[in-house]
């Protein structure tokens, strides 16, 4: 099976705090940058459908990653290259020229010169929490698409049989392929993937996989190809425009309360939430 | 971070933080108190591809060289915040090379691969109760019978010797002097080898050590490292590279005891202001910051001879000297910023203060380095 994984860096969550806006611009320089977490959990979802769990350098079938960004974007993709992906794109572009619906409409014309058998994503970034790419993406190829994979169990690689966890309990989806996946955190628990050549008995442990040192350095002898927006689709204009930005305001100090009388009087009278 | 450092080494990094922050740390605490991490540790370190950092991919191990794993044990001090789990976890450092240096195929794939793996634990032995300075001098013996060596004789102060599936030991196979001394791999359960009490220590809580005890201890010649009486040679070209892993270990306490201190200075108020708000606090704090700046770099320095080939056994001393000076002033200062709360077992500092106790007598003392010094510098 061969897989195509878009995903994107996003700035470390855990230095949130270094953003700044100056004149309604984001400034971006000297965040730290690191792969978006569900496309993350797209990346291991596809090597662990393209493996038998246990020879985890042999992979059966091609996982394929693709990122969209400036030239310092490639340290994304060499990591990915360095946990097992085959080759990576890069789809030369700066941080804030594009939205969600170029990025998918540029999607679909990588798709048609690559044909995958499956586009793995994962289901949303969480820098602008937009969660659209896949959906569009599926749409403009006019593919089956199943979001929030909690699960998925290869059947002989023609279709896939997707758990996506709703209220109560648990939908399955059979998606014929090619098709269309964007994953949830779920989906890297031990036994959430089933590829054909895994047994069934076989458990991953929980996340995505360390790469080993080797890999690493492997990785920078692995394709990297560099692709100009233009060429994958002609309207690079972004339909959604940014207006401002605004910081979150400052958290102001709490109180500390001597004990649950004055909780109660002060939930009644400051706060008025009782 | 190294000046040395590539891509390779930040994605390395980025691989031990992640462990270390989800396996180790939450865990740091307890581990330190109990005066032990649990064995699987070993196992989960190798899965994640930090076990094996340095070492050859035909053997096991993950490839690269001692830049990546001083890289990879900084970031799990740093991440961590138990030096005992990360030493305690890393002893085969010091057990492992001469083999793999020095070993028969047949001695790699017996000893070097199943530590890697994190099946098996591995110490090195050089120090005795009668002295570990003067190494030429060590007392236990080992005299040829047939296939065996007897060993007889005691070790002390053994990292990680309280678990050991086997000690590289340094023997006196023949006469006195430096020329008489041998490599022996000795294994656990071979009769008449048997390992005293763990030893309470001043720091390092979370790894054991031990002292060990020979007593007509029969050893097969096949677990001989090397040739016999060259032992005091490649004990001299490990602890070369023992003392640069100290000396990076000292730079990340030193990081980590940092960090804490501007973390709390900021947070901690007096006198209506935040510590920070001193000039006092400040300046101790830029004088932390410039002492661990020189450290790291001197540390790099070292990092990019040894791996180019070069001899470092008198720069090893040096850099080992500095970075431990540096670890033991700021974790002082740390413990000082930090006031009362700075002597209580609940900060991480006050634990760092401890650690940071042992570096300039491990590995060397710091007056060996010195005589280390003396001799290279041709002082006379
Ligand atoms: C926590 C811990 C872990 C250790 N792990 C290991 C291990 O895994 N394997 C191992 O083999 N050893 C280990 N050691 C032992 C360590 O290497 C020795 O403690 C060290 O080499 C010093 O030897 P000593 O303790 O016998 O001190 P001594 O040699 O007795 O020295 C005592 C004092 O005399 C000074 N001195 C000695 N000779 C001279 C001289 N010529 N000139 C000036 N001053 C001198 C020393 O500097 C020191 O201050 C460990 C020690 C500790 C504390």
Same mark, same amino acid.
């Given at each position: 099976m061969k897989i195509l994984v878009p995903l994107k860096r996003v700035a470390d969550p855990d230095n949130a705090n270094k953003v700044k806006v100056n004149a309604g611009k984001l400034v971006t320089t000297g965040l730290e940058w690191k792969p978006n977490p569900f496309d993350e959990y797209a990346v291991e979802t596809a090597l662990r459908l393209t493996e038998?769990?246990?020879?985890? *350098?042999?992979?059966?079938g091609e996982v394929v990653v693709v990122t969209f960004g400036p030239k310092d974007s490639e340290t994304t993709l060499r990591a990915m290259l360095g946990t097992g992906a085959d080759r990576a794109i890069r789809v030369d572009t700066g941080d804030d020229q594009i939205d969600g619906d170029v990025v998918a409409r540029a999607l679909k014309a990588l798709v048609e010169k690559e044909k995958p058998d499956l586009v793995l994503c994962g289901k949303q970034a969480v820098d602008g929490d937009s969660g659209q790419v896949g959906q569009q993406l599926a749409e403009y190829l006019g593919w089956p698409q199943a979001t929030f994979a909690g699960s998925i169990e290869s059947e002989g690689d023609k279709a896939l049989l997707v758990g996506r966890e709703v209220d109560g309990g648990t939908i399955k989806l059979r998606v014929e392929l090619p098709a269309v996946v964007s994953v949830d955190l779920?989906?890297?628990?031990? *036994?959430?993937v089933k590829s054909v050549h895994t047994p069934a008995t076989h458990a991953y442990p929980e996340g995505v996989r360390f790469a080993a040192l080797m890999a690493i350095m492997a990785a920078k002898k692995k394709p990297l190809a560099e692709v100009k927006l233009a060429d994958l689709t002609s309207d690079a204009a972004p339909k959604i425009q940014y207006l401002d930005y605004e910081l979150p305001p400052a958290r102001k100090a709490g109180v500390k309360v001597k004990d649950v009388t004055e909780l109660v009087t002060r939930l009644k009278t400051e706060a008025k939430v009782v | 971070m190294f000046l040395f450092e590539t891509d390779e080494h930040a994605e390395l990094r980025k691989n031990a933080r992640r462990f270390a922050e989800t396996r180790i740390k939450p865990h740091a605490s307890a581990w330190e108190e109990a005066e032990e991490f649990p064995r699987e540790l070993y196992g989960e370190v190798a899965r994640a591809g930090l076990l094996g950092v340095s070492y050859p991919e035909e053997l096991g191990g993950m490839g690269g060289d001692i830049s990546h794993a001083l890289v990879a044990s900084e970031e799990m001090v740093l991440a961590g915040h138990s030096v005992g789990t990360v030493v305690g976890v890393g002893?085969?450092?010091?057990?492992?090379p001469p083999i793999v240096r020095l070993g028969t195929p047949e001695q790699k794939e017996r000893f070097v691969r199943p530590v890697l793996t994190g099946e098996k634990i591995s110490a090195l032995g050089i120090t005795e109760p009668g002295g570990g300075s003067d190494v030429a001098s060590l007392r236990t013996t080992a005299v040829r019978d047939g296939d065996h060596y007897v060993v007889n004789g005691s070790k002390t102060f053994i990292t990680s010797g309280v678990r050991a599936d086997f000690v590289t030991t340094a023997v006196r196979? +023949? +006469?006195? +002097?430096? =020329? +008489?001394v041998s490599l022996l791999v000795i294994e656990r359960g071979t009769k008449g080898f048997t390992v005293g009490k763990k030893l309470k220590k001043t720091g390092w809580w979370a790894t054991d050590t031990a002292e060990l005890s020979f007593e007509e201890c029969r050893v097969p010649?096949?677990?001989?490292? =090397? #040739? #016999?009486?060259?032992g005091f040679y490649a004990i001299m070209m490990n602890f070369a590279s023992e003392r640069i892993y100290l000396a990076a270990q000292c730079v990340a306490i030193a990081e980590l005891a940092y960090r804490e201190s501007i973390t709390y200075a900021k947070e901690r108020h007096a006198f209506g202001k935040s510590l920070m708000g001193f000039q006092v606090t400040r300046h101790k704090l830029a004088d932390m910051a410039s002492r661990i700046a020189a450290a790291r770099a001197l540390t790099g320095e070292i990092t990019i001879r040894y791996v180019r080939g070069e001899d470092v056994t008198s720069l090893a001393a040096k850099a080992k000297n500095v970075a431990t000076d540096t670890c033991s002033f700021v974790c002082d200062q740390a413990v000082q910023i930090h006031g009362g709360n700075g002597y209580?077992? #609940?900060?991480l500092v006050e634990r760092l203060y401890r650690d940071a106790r042992l570096y300039p007598i491990g590995g060397g003392t710091r007056e060996i380095m010195n005589e280390i010094i003396s001799k290279t510098e041709g002082y006379g």
């Amino acid at each position: 099976m061969k897989i195509l994984v878009p995903l994107k860096r996003v700035a470390d969550p855990d230095n949130a705090n270094k953003v700044k806006v100056n004149a309604g611009k984001l400034v971006t320089t000297g965040l730290e940058w690191k792969p978006n977490p569900f496309d993350e959990y797209a990346v291991e979802t596809a090597l662990r459908l393209t493996e038998n769990g246990t020879a985890t *350098k042999t992979r059966q079938g091609e996982v394929v990653v693709v990122t969209f960004g400036p030239k310092d974007s490639e340290t994304t993709l060499r990591a990915m290259l360095g946990t097992g992906a085959d080759r990576a794109i890069r789809v030369d572009t700066g941080d804030d020229q594009i939205d969600g619906d170029v990025v998918a409409r540029a999607l679909k014309a990588l798709v048609e010169k690559e044909k995958p058998d499956l586009v793995l994503c994962g289901k949303q970034a969480v820098d602008g929490d937009s969660g659209q790419v896949g959906q569009q993406l599926a749409e403009y190829l006019g593919w089956p698409q199943a979001t929030f994979a909690g699960s998925i169990e290869s059947e002989g690689d023609k279709a896939l049989l997707v758990g996506r966890e709703v209220d109560g309990g648990t939908i399955k989806l059979r998606v014929e392929l090619p098709a269309v996946v964007s994953v949830d955190l779920r989906i890297v628990a031990p *036994k959430s993937v089933k590829s054909v050549h895994t047994p069934a008995t076989h458990a991953y442990p929980e996340g995505v996989r360390f790469a080993a040192l080797m890999a690493i350095m492997a990785a920078k002898k692995k394709p990297l190809a560099e692709v100009k927006l233009a060429d994958l689709t002609s309207d690079a204009a972004p339909k959604i425009q940014y207006l401002d930005y605004e910081l979150p305001p400052a958290r102001k100090a709490g109180v500390k309360v001597k004990d649950v009388t004055e909780l109660v009087t002060r939930l009644k009278t400051e706060a008025k939430v009782v | 971070m190294f000046l040395f450092e590539t891509d390779e080494h930040a994605e390395l990094r980025k691989n031990a933080r992640r462990f270390a922050e989800t396996r180790i740390k939450p865990h740091a605490s307890a581990w330190e108190e109990a005066e032990e991490f649990p064995r699987e540790l070993y196992g989960e370190v190798a899965r994640a591809g930090l076990l094996g950092v340095s070492y050859p991919e035909e053997l096991g191990g993950m490839g690269g060289d001692i830049s990546h794993a001083l890289v990879a044990s900084e970031e799990m001090v740093l991440a961590g915040h138990s030096v005992g789990t990360v030493v305690g976890v890393g002893s085969h450092g010091i057990a492992l090379p001469p083999i793999v240096r020095l070993g028969t195929p047949e001695q790699k794939e017996r000893f070097v691969r199943p530590v890697l793996t994190g099946e098996k634990i591995s110490a090195l032995g050089i120090t005795e109760p009668g002295g570990g300075s003067d190494v030429a001098s060590l007392r236990t013996t080992a005299v040829r019978d047939g296939d065996h060596y007897v060993v007889n004789g005691s070790k002390t102060f053994i990292t990680s010797g309280v678990r050991a599936d086997f000690v590289t030991t340094a023997v006196r196979t +023949g +006469g006195p +002097g430096h =020329g +008489g001394v041998s490599l022996l791999v000795i294994e656990r359960g071979t009769k008449g080898f048997t390992v005293g009490k763990k030893l309470k220590k001043t720091g390092w809580w979370a790894t054991d050590t031990a002292e060990l005890s020979f007593e007509e201890c029969r050893v097969p010649v096949a677990n001989l490292i =090397g #040739e #016999e009486n060259t032992g005091f040679y490649a004990i001299m070209m490990n602890f070369a590279s023992e003392r640069i892993y100290l000396a990076a270990q000292c730079v990340a306490i030193a990081e980590l005891a940092y960090r804490e201190s501007i973390t709390y200075a900021k947070e901690r108020h007096a006198f209506g202001k935040s510590l920070m708000g001193f000039q006092v606090t400040r300046h101790k704090l830029a004088d932390m910051a410039s002492r661990i700046a020189a450290a790291r770099a001197l540390t790099g320095e070292i990092t990019i001879r040894y791996v180019r080939g070069e001899d470092v056994t008198s720069l090893a001393a040096k850099a080992k000297n500095v970075a431990t000076d540096t670890c033991s002033f700021v974790c002082d200062q740390a413990v000082q910023i930090h006031g009362g709360n700075g002597y209580m077992r #609940e900060y991480l500092v006050e634990r760092l203060y401890r650690d940071a106790r042992l570096y300039p007598i491990g590995g060397g003392t710091r007056e060996i380095m010195n005589e280390i010094i003396s001799k290279t510098e041709g002082y006379g």
